[in-house]
Each structure stands twice: as structure tokens, then as C-alpha cells.
T-cell receptor, first 114, second 114 residues
Framework: ETGVTQTPRHLVMGMTNKKSLKCEQH?????MYWYKQSAKKPLELMFV???????ENNSVPSRFSPECPNSSHLFLHLHTLQPEDSALYLC?????????????FGQGTRLTVV | AQSVTQPDIHITVSEGASLELRCNYS??????LFWYVQSPGQGLQLLLK??????LVQGIKGFEAEFKRSQSSFNLRKPSVHWSDAAEYFC????????????FGAGTRLFVKA
């Protein structure tokens, strides 16, 4: 149990569907992140939230829409995805968003776009 | 630009043998360095981190890493590998460049043979 929980663990969706990924952390952290992990590619940082405010958006397509209603919850809303968006989506949290802080990861959501 | 290189895509070692996973980074200032491990179907877990001070860092599960500024390296080592160490290992650097970024290497997959 890492303290960061992601649901669902697996998701298959069509290109016209709308779905959401959920992340919850029970560690009292102030920063939360979404990462994309594709096969044979480095982990890609998508979004960073600090105290519910988005502080980083790494040129992610608008078909990915994050939401952070409070410091414990993070969502990634998905719509009109493409097959190349199939990947493992990892949520992480850290005490602060600084460069010297360890990140705690959830187990990820395996997304398949058909 | 900041980058992290893990030259070995995969490595196979015998159980009980020693292990060294290579990591080279590119960053203009003093880096914050991390090693994470990812078991199949799991998120990433921190093994160890280097911020400053002693260049030989001890981590969990018997791992250690040595920071060598002159070589821009942060190699991970373990004197005796166990079958449960089979996983993917990621080196990462924390950097500040117009915002907080943690840059991950592409990972090294470790296979352990009996």
C-alpha cells in the first residue's frame, strides 16, 4: 500500500468515449502529478498540481483535462482519445512540488484506446 | 537541456551475482538524483536519492548508488541480487528550469536467472 490509490486499474475505451481516471492520496501531501508511461519511452510528466492549483502543463493535448478539487484527489478526464494515447497513466504525490522531493506513485491505470 | 540516459535497455544477471545499473545525466547545476524501481503492474517506488553530502548513498533493499560529478553519473549497485529484484529501474534527476521538472530515464529492465 503506497498511500496513493488509482482507479480504475484497467480501462478500455473507444475514441468517441468520455471517461475519467481517479487518484486519491492519503499521505497529506500538497502536490499531485499525472505521468504517462508508454512502452519504450521515458516517463512523461503531464500535469503538476500544488495545493489544488495547476503549476505545470507540459504541452499536453486538450483531450486530456485534469481536475484537482482538493489536495487529496486528482482526476484526469479523457475525451476523443487516439490509439496512441494507450499507455499506463501514473498518479503521484509529494509533500511539496520542489525538485528535491520524493514522489509516491500509485499503481497506475492501464488505458487502451480502441 | 536536462536529460537522463540509461544506456542499458535490459540486463540479465544470475541470482547472487553483483549488479550495476548505469545512469548518466546532463544538468548544469548540482542535480537532485533519484533511483526508482517498478515491479510488473505496479507504480514506481523510491530506492534512494542524492541531494548533497556523501556521494555514496544507501537505499532500501540493499541498494546503493554513487554520485560522480566528474562523470555525470549516478550508478546503482547491489552486491548480491535476489530473484525478487527483477523489475524495471528508473534513474531520475530533479531540475528547475522554468518550473519544477523531474526527468526520468527510459529505464533498465533487470532479469534475474536462477
Amino acid at each position: 500500500e503506497t498511500g496513493v490509490t488509482q482507479t480504475p486499474r484497467h480501462l478500455v475505451m473507444g475514441m468517441t468515449n468520455k471517461k475519467s481516471l481517479k487518484c486519491e492520496q492519503h499521505l497529506g501531501h500538497n502536490a499531485m502529478y499525472w505521468y504517462k508511461q508508454s512502452a519504450k519511452k521515458p516517463l512523461e510528466l503531464m500535469f503538476v498540481y500544488s495545493l489544488e492549483e495547476r503549476v505545470e502543463n507540459n504541452s499536453v493535448p486538450s483531450r486530456f483535462s485534469p481536475e484537482c478539487p482538493n489536495s487529496s484527489h486528482l482526476f484526469l478526464h479523457l475525451h476523443t482519445l487516439q490509439p496512441e494515447d494507450s499507455a499506463l497513466y501514473l498518479c503521484a504525490s509529494s509533500p511539496t512540488p520542489g525538485v528535491n522531493t520524493e514522489a509516491f506513485f500509485g499503481q497506475g491505470t492501464r488505458l487502451t484506446v480502441v | 537541456a536536462q536529460s537522463v540516459t540509461q544506456p542499458d535497455i535490459h540486463i540479465t544477471v544470475s541470482e547472487g551475482a553483483s549488479l550495476e545499473l548505469r545512469c548518466n545525466y546532463s544538468y548544469g547545476a548540482t542535480p537532485y538524483l533519484f533511483w526508482y524501481v517498478q515491479s510488473p503492474g505496479q507504480g514506481l517506488q523510491l530506492l534512494l536519492k542524492y541531494f548533497s553530502g556523501d556521494t555514496l548513498v544507501q537505499g532500501i533493499k540493499g541498494f546503493e548508488a554513487e554520485f560522480k560529478r566528474s562523470q555525470s553519473s549516478f550508478n546503482l549497485r547491489k552486491p548480491s541480487v535476489h530473484w525478487s529484484d527483477a523489475a524495471e529501474y528508473f534513474c531520475a534527476v530533479g531540475a528547475f528550469s522554468g518550473g519544477f521538472k523531474t526527468i526520468f530515464g527510459a529505464g533498465t529492465r533487470l532479469f534475474v536467472k536462477a
